[in-house]
C-alpha cells in the first residue's frame, strides 16, 4: 500500500490547495449557503475536475486511490466542496467514461474536464430514495427523442450543474428493467432546476430538484442501453462508497486534528484538559477509529485501481458504513472536548457536525449498507 511518487505529489498538491484556498472559504460558504465557483475555477486550473478522465478527452487520468486522495483532502478542510466535486467527477463523469460510447466521451468529458461545465447525477426522487427502483421519472419514446416526465430530488449540484445523468422509467410494466439512464444538459426544453433545498450540513454545496415538464431528449443521449439503466446506476456504487468513505476519513480526521490542537491549548483546574484521562481516551478512541478506517480505504481503493470495481459490493459497503459512522462519532467526540466553544461557530466543529450527519444517509444509508453487507454475506454461505 505505498503511495507512488505521482500519488504523493497529488496529496501534497492537494492537501496545501485545501488548506490555503478552502479552509479560509468553509466557514463563509457555509454560513452564506453560497456555491464556491472561484474554487471550481481554481479546482479546474489543478486539473481536479478532469481527474479520472482520459487525457484524449482532456482530463487528468488517474483511478480510484487519486480520486480517493483528493476526496479525503478536500473534506478535510471543506465537506461541501468535496460533495460537489465528488458529484461532477465520480457520479457524473466517471460513469459517462465508463458506459459511454466514443461519439458520447468526445461530444460530453472535454467540458467536463475542464469545467466548463459542472455535473451531477438524478436517480432520487420524493417517493424513491433507499427504494430507488420504485422511480416515477417516466421518459416516452417520440421518434429520436424521449420526453421525460417528472421529478427528482435532493440532487447535488442540481442548482448550479450544467449536465445530468439521469435515471428514468422507459418500461412501467418493469421495475429495474425497465430504467434507461439519459444526459439531460441545462438548456433543454422542459428541464429546469427547482428552488435549492436548505440544508443542516454541506451548506456550500447546492441540493435541489430537478423537474422534467415533456423534457425532450435526444436519442443519442442515452448511455448505455435503453431499459439497462440499471446495469449504468449499479457500475458506479461501488466507487461512489468507497470515494465517501474516503470523504468521511477527511471529516474524521478533521475532528480529530482539531481536538488534539484544542486539548493541548485549553487549561481548566490549572491544567491542560489533554491532561483529564476521560479526554486522553475519548482522543485515543478517535483516533484509532480514523486509523481502522485509513487502513480499509486505501487497501480497498489500491485493490480497485488494480481489478476494477466490480466484485467490491460487500467491502465498499462496509468502507462507506464504518467510515461514516466514525465521521459521526468523531464529530461529536470533537464537539464534546470544545465544551461550549464547540457549540458556536468561532470554532469549525460545529460545522464538522453538521457535515458529518449526511455522510450515514447519502450515497445510501447505514441500514441499507447492512442490507447489502448481509446480502453479500449470505452468499456466500
Ligand atoms: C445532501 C444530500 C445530497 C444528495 N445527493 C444526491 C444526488 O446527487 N443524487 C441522487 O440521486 N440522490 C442524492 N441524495 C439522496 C440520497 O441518496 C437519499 O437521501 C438516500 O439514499 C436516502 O433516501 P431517502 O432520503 O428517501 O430516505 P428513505 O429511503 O425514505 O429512508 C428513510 C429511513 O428508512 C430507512 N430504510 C429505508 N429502507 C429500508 C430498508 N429496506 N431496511 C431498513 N431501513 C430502511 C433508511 O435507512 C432511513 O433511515 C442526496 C441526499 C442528500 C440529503
Known amino acids: 500500500m505505498e503511495f507512488e ?3 504523493v505529489l497529488l496529496r501534497n498538491t492537494v492537501s496545501r490547495f485545501a488548506k490555503e484556498q478552502l479552509a479560509p472559504l468553509a466557514s463563509e460558504i457555509d454560513q452564506q449557503e453560497r456555491f464556491p465557483r472561484e474554487t471550481f475555477e481554481k479546482m479546474a486550473e489543478l486539473g481536479l475536475l478532469g481527474l479520472g478522465i482520459p487525457e484524449e478527452y482532456g482530463g487528468f487520468r488517474g483511478k480510484i ?3 480517493c486522495i483528493v476526496g479525503e483532502k478536500l473534506a478535510r478542510y471543506c465537506a461541501s466542496t468535496a460533495a460537489s466535486w465528488g458529484a461532477h467527477v465520480d457520479l457524473c463523469a466517471a460513469n459517462i ?3 459511454g460510447t466514443e461519439e458520447q466521451k468526445k461530444r460530453f468529458l472535454p467540458d467536463l474536464a475542464t469545467g466548463k461545465k459542472l455535473g451531477g447525477m438524478a436517480m ?3 417517493d424513491a430514495g433507499s427504494d430507488v427502483l420504485a422511480m416515477k421519472t417516466r421518459a416516452v419514446q ?3 427523442f424521449y420526453v421525460l416526465n417528472g421529478r427528482k430530488t435532493f440532487i447535488t449540484n442540481g442548482p448550479v450543474g450544467d449536465l445530468f445523468l439521469v435515471y428514468a422509467r422507459t418500461d412501467p410494466k418493469a421495475r429495474g428493467k425497465g430504467i434507461t439512464a439519459f444526459v439531460v444538459e441545462k438548456g433543454f426544453d422542459g428541464f429546469t432546476s427547482g428552488k435549492k433545498l436548505e440544508k443542516l450540513g454541506w451548506r456550500g454545496s447546492p441540493t435541489g430538484d430537478l423537474i422534467f415538464e ?3 431528449v435526444p436519442r443519442e443521449n442515452i448511455i448505455g442501453e435503453v431499459n439497462g439503466g440499471v446495469k449504468i446506476l449499479m457500475s458506479g456504487l461501488n466507487s461512489e462508497r468507497l470515494l465517501l468513505a474516503a470523504e468521511s476519513l ?3 480526521r478533521a475532528c480529530l486534528e482539531d481536538s488534539v490542537q484544542y486539548a493541548r491549548e485549553r487549561v481548566q483546574f490549572g491544567k491542560r484538559i489533554a491532561d483529564f484521562q476521560m479526554v486522553m481516551e475519548k482522543l485515543a478512541r478517535m483516533a484509532t477509529k480514523v486509523e481502522a478506517v485509513k487502513a480499509m480505504v486505501w487497501s480497498q481503493a489500491f485493490k480497485m485501481s488494480e481489478n476494477g470495481p466490480a466484485a467490491m459490493t460487500m467491502e465498499t459497503a462496509a ?4 467510515a461514516s459512522e466514525m465521521a459521526l462519532q468523531n464529530a461529536l467526540d470533537a464537539t464534546q472536548i470544545f465544551g461550549g466553544y464547540g457549540y458556536i461557530r468561532e470554532f469549525p466543529v460545529e460545522r464538522y457536525l453538521r457535515d458529518a450527519r449526511i455522510m450515514t444517509i447519502g450515497g445510501g444509508t447505514s441500514e441499507i449498507m447492512c442490507q447489502v453487507i448481509f446480502r453479500e454475506l449470505e452468499k456466500g454461505l
Do not use: I, M
Open 250 to 252: 477527511g471529516l474524521g
Open 214 to 216: 415533456d423534457c425532450r
Open 142 to 144: 417520440d421518434g429520436d
Open 319 to 322: 468502507a462507506k458504513l464504518l
Open 65 to 67: 486511490v487519486e480520486a
Open 124 to 126: 432520487t426522487e420524493p
Open 5 to 7: 511518487e505521482q500519488q
Open 97 to 99: 467514461c465508463r458506459n
